[in-house]
């Protein structure tokens, strides 16, 4: 069976991460899967430990400001994301005492919670049997399963992968870690190793000599000179401020006053920045960005 071999690859080659240890709890697991959405796992370590130290429950960043979240995200990037979990933990303690819920249902009821992360809680923490497909599970799938040299995640795989785990609750879980640690190491987007691969005698995508994609893959945007990175360095301000600042701090960021204002308009949407009475914009003080990230 696919999944029994996987998973005894994944007994010897499976990375040391903290989030992987015995005895992480559900709160930490959800850091670590929020904290990995587009971003690799080297960046993530330290701000992970960081994170977990200054807040190790729920409770702890509740009872903090969002502007806080946001500072302590630092530079991994889309910084709503640290909104997410702040909202989320607002929620947990007002509406399930402060312990991260069971059920994919109630995980998906929290904000900023989407349909990936509620599974991967569920699976990985609370050790439940449910599909979890990321990019990396559904290239696996789709090479060994369907022969394909990659695929697009849609709600349709779900059916797929879930068809592929042992019965067991256990094995399950241990079986969804192990398709996306095979993924992230061996059956890589651009250079698989398929003569390091568990499934290279089973696989359909070897076995068809390793067919091509059918449509080129789109590389993704480019960072410098965007409007991302204009609106990193007006969070760079205010994240190494003691309070708020004035926008002549900010104006001396970025040259292209069209560019800085979209950016800084955008922020200000996104509720990562609060714009006060007197002029100055500082990060946010109350759970409304925190509300709007989700």
């Not at 569920?122 to 369907?146: G, L, S, W």
């Not at 059956?187 to 076995?207: H, I, K, N, S, Y």
């Not at 002549?248 to 200000?268: I, K, N």
Request: hydrophobic content about 45%; charged content about 25%; overall charge neutral.
């Amino acid at each position: 069976m696919l999944a029994d071999t996987v998973t005894a690859w994944y007994d010897g080659a499976a990375r040391d991460l903290p989030w992987r240890r015995p005895g992480t709890g559900a709160w930490a697991v959800l850091v670590s899967e929020v904290m990995l959405q587009q971003t690799p796992v080297a960046r993530v370590l330290a701000p992970y430990e960081k994170w977990l130290e200054r807040w190790p429950t729920p409770a702890a960043l509740a009872a903090d400001e969002p502007g806080e979240a946001v500072r302590m995200w630092g530079r991994l990037g889309y910084p709503r994301r640290a909104l997410r979990l702040h909202a989320a933990a607002v929620e947990v303690v007002a509406r399930h005492a402060g312990e991260l819920p069971r059920t994919v249902p109630e995980l998906l009821a929290l904000p900023g919670i989407g349909d990936y992360t509620a599974r991967a809680v569920a699976a990985f923490a609370y050790r439940q049997r449910h599909a979890v497909v990321d990019t990396n599970v559904r290239r696996v799938v789709a090479r060994a399963v369907e022969g394909v040299a990659d695929a697009a995640v849609t709600k349709r795989d779900l059916l797929l992968v879930e068809s592929l785990l042992p019965s067991g609750d256990e094995q399950a879980a241990a079986a969804s870690v192990a398709l996306m640690e095979l993924g992230a190491l061996v059956c890589t987007a651009r250079a698989p190793r398929c003569d390091a691969c568990p499934l290279a005698a089973e696989c359909a995508w070897l076995a068809r000599g390793r067919p091509p994609l059918a449509a080129p893959v789109k590389r993704p945007q480019g960072y410098a000179g965007t409007d991302r990175q204009v609106r990193g360095r007006l969070l760079a301000v205010l994240r190494e401020s003691d309070g708020p600042v004035g926008a002549d701090l900010l104006d001396q960021v970025w040259d292209e006053p069209v560019q800085r204002a979209r950016a800084l308009d955008g922020l200000v949407a996104d509720g990562l920045v609060d714009p006060l009475p007197d002029g100055r914009f500082g990060l946010p003080t109350s759970t409304r960005g925190a509300r709007q990230a989700g």
